[in-house]
Every structure is written in C-alpha cells, then in structure tokens.
C-alpha cells in the first residue's frame, strides 16, 4: 500500500550494530504498529503508539525500542543486532476513528543479521 | 488464551477448487474476526471480516464461516484460481479492534 511506505526495503547488518527502521504514512491515522514476521509464527506485535504521545510494547518489545517523531512517523531501532532478530517486518496504521481498527500495512522490510 | 491457531500451514489445491482455511480461539471477549492475504513482497492486506453476531459473511468468491459455540471460524475460497495464491491470516480482536492477535499463516497454493 503506497499511503504506508517503509525504508529500507531490505537491510544486511551485522551482530553488534545499531540500525533503524523508518515508516512513514500519508493516511491521517493516529495509530501506528510494528510487527515482526517469521515464518510459521504469524505476525508478533514488537510496538505501538495510539497518538505521538503514547508508546507501548507489544509481545515482543525486548531488543526494540521505537520512537513516534510526528503522527505520519513512527520508527524502529533495535540498539545491538543478534542473529535471531533476521526477520520481515511491517509497519501498520489505523485510525481510532475507524470502528474496528482496520490495520494497513506497509511492503515490509527484509531484515538479516549476519 | 490470546492465541489464535490456524490450520492447515499450507494448502495445494486444483483451479476451481474450494480452498478452505481454518482457525480457532479461546477468549471469548474477542468481537472482531478478520482475514488478511499477504502477496509475496507486499503487506497482509485485509480481506474480509466478521463480528460473531453473524454465522456467515459473503463477499465474491470469499466466504467467512462463524461457529461462536465452537470458538472457530473458517474463510472458504470458492472457485479458487491461480493469483488467489498467496499467504492467509486470520486474526481476532476485541473492544472494538484493540489487541490484534494474528494465526500463523496458511499458505496457498492453487495450481493452474
């Protein structure tokens, strides 16, 4: 989906360093989510924030830690990169105004840990 | 209790077949139950959804089966074709769409 738009696409790190992944909406919704994908396990909640004041975590927060710049972006970092961070991961918005919380996601970055 | 199991993990099934996909859940208090397709590249996308006022949701070829005395629900794909071919979750939700819980996935494949 265009309106959700997440940089890099694909990302090689290595163990040890710090790195940052961006997300960016053009929908005007308050709510904005990061999920980590394996295969086989679905989509883990990692963090998410119902307006730029709030931040909570998620299942999965430890390792993450993520930061609400302006209500169009909403970033993740993981401060020391180990190996079994190597996921997909999608960044999602919604808005409280919507009657069930419809998600929408972005095309996911592909992140590896070597 | 906030689990949500899906089954099969993976399906193979004949154009113009019926795809079906499956999922149950413990806690009671969810009240949204949608599914999303997930295309190789590209975001899960919502699909079709469905309150548990309901037993049953048509949308096309896309139908969404509800049990509430079961705690299951299942999405049929009817008349499957090949771009239908893609990555399925169901998730279920409560008070009005806080606290998505998404299955694991079921991958389907359907052959020319």
């Known amino acids: 989906d265009a309106d959700v738009t997440q940089t890099p696409r694909n990302r090689i790190t290595k163990t040890g360093k710090r790195i940052m992944l961006e997300c960016s909406q053009t929908k005007g919704h308050d709510r904005m989510y990061w999920y980590r994908q394996d295969p086989g396990l679905g989509l883990q909640l990692i963090y998410y924030?119902?307006?730029?004041?709030?931040?909570n975590k998620g299942e999965i927060s430890d390792g993450y830690s993520v930061s609400r710049q302006a209500q169009a972006k909403f970033s993740l970092s993981l401060e020391s990169a180990i190996p079994n961070q190597t996921a997909l991961y999608f960044c999602a918005t919604s808005d409280s105004a919507g009657l069930y919380n419809e998600q929408f996601f972005g095309p996911g970055t592909r992140l590896t840990v070597l | 209790q906030q689990q949500v199991k899906q089954s099969p993990q993976s399906l193979i099934v004949q154009k113009g077949g019926i795809s079906i996909i499956n999922c149950a859940y413990e806690n009671t208090a969810f009240d949204y139950f949608p599914w999303y397709q997930q295309f190789p590249g590209k975001g899960p996308a919502l699909l079709i959804a469905?309150?548990?006022?309901?037993s049953e949701k048509k949308e096309g070829r896309f139908t969404i089966s509800f049990n509430k005395s079961a705690k299951q629900f299942s999405l049929h794909i009817m008349d499957s074709q090949p771009g239908d071919s893609a990555t399925y979750f169901c998730a279920a939700s409560m008070n009005y769409g806080q606290n998505f819980v998404f299955g694991p996935g079921t991958r389907l494949s359907v052959l020319p």
């Open positions: 469905i309150r548990p006022d309901v």
């Open positions: 924030s119902f307006d730029v004041k709030d931040i």
